[in-house]
T-cell receptor, first 116, second 110 residues
Framework: KAGVTQTPRYLIKTRGQQVTLSCSPI?????VSWYQQTPGQGLQFLFE???????NKGNFPGRFSGRQFSNSRSEMNVSTLELGDSALYLC???????????????FGPGTRLTVT | DQQVKQNSPSLSVQEGRISILNCDYT??????FLWYKKYPAEGPTFLIS?????DKNEDGRFTVFLNKSAKHLSLHIVPSQPGDSAVYFC?????????FGQGTRLTINP
């Protein structure tokens, strides 16, 4: 099976702009989670989508939003970009068919966003 | 509020020796703990996990220990190999949500 793919891999935007990142999960995976990685902060959970519905949400402002399509592909949008939004954005997919699973997630390579 | 903490940002170990990576957590409601490994320009890859009802899980060179009373888990790598050089993240699960630590950069010296 192909792994999790994310596009684009690198992006440079200016403050105030908006950006959309895309994630294609592993075939058959219905859960997609998004994380922000910054130096010193580790991976911070943004949100999770399962079967086109947002199931979990982290502590990020409303400028961060997402959606999931019927084919499980997901997009993440950040509006009114700020310098502090510069980070590596990671997408992860999982089968999430049974709550008792260890919730093993498979990560994509990430999108490196730089806001200038 | 950092519920999962990795207090050592970096660790350097001689090849062939044991690497011990540590992680502390504050929320006793976490029911699963996982370790991920990340190379530059790649996403994290799953290494090993442990249920909160166990105290040890072993997979080849990797062993994870969980001390619930101390709210502490550790990852042991024996013997350490140059390919183990990477950033290691511990993560804890609650209500289908993963909380990650800040990561520890492990360097294996020849």
């Amino acid at each position: 099976k192909a792994g999790v793919t994310q596009t684009p891999r690198y992006l440079i935007k200016t403050r105030g702009q908006q950006v959309t990142l895309s994630c294609s999960p592993i075939s058959g995976h219905r859960s997609v989670s998004w994380y922000q990685q910054t130096p010193g902060q580790g991976l911070q959970f943004l949100f999770e989508y399962f079967s086109e519905t947002q199931r979990n949400k982290g502590n990020f402002p409303g400028r961060f939003s997402g959606r999931q399509f019927s084919n499980s592909r997901s997009e993440m949008n950040v509006s009114t970009l700020e310098l502090g939004d510069s980070a590596l954005y990671l997408c992860a997919s999982s089968e999430r068919s049974r709550p008792s699973q260890s919730y093993e997630q498979y990560f994509g390579p990430g999108t490196r966003l730089t806001v200038t | 509020d950092q519920q999962v903490k990795q207090n050592s940002p970096s660790l350097s170990v001689q090849e062939g020796r044991i690497s011990i990576l540590n992680c502390d957590y504050t929320n006793s409601m976490f029911d699963y703990f996982l370790w991920y490994k990340k190379y530059p320009a790649e996403g994290p890859t799953f290494l090993i996990s442990i249920s909160s009802i166990k105290d040890k899980n072993e997979d080849g060179r990797f062993t994870v220990f969980l001390n619930k009373s101390a709210k502490h888990l550790s990852l042991h790598i024996v013997p350490s190999q140059p390919g183990d050089s990477a950033v290691y993240f511990c993560a804890a699960r609650r209500a289908q949500k993963l909380v990650f630590g800040q990561g520890t950069r492990l360097t294996i010296n020849p």
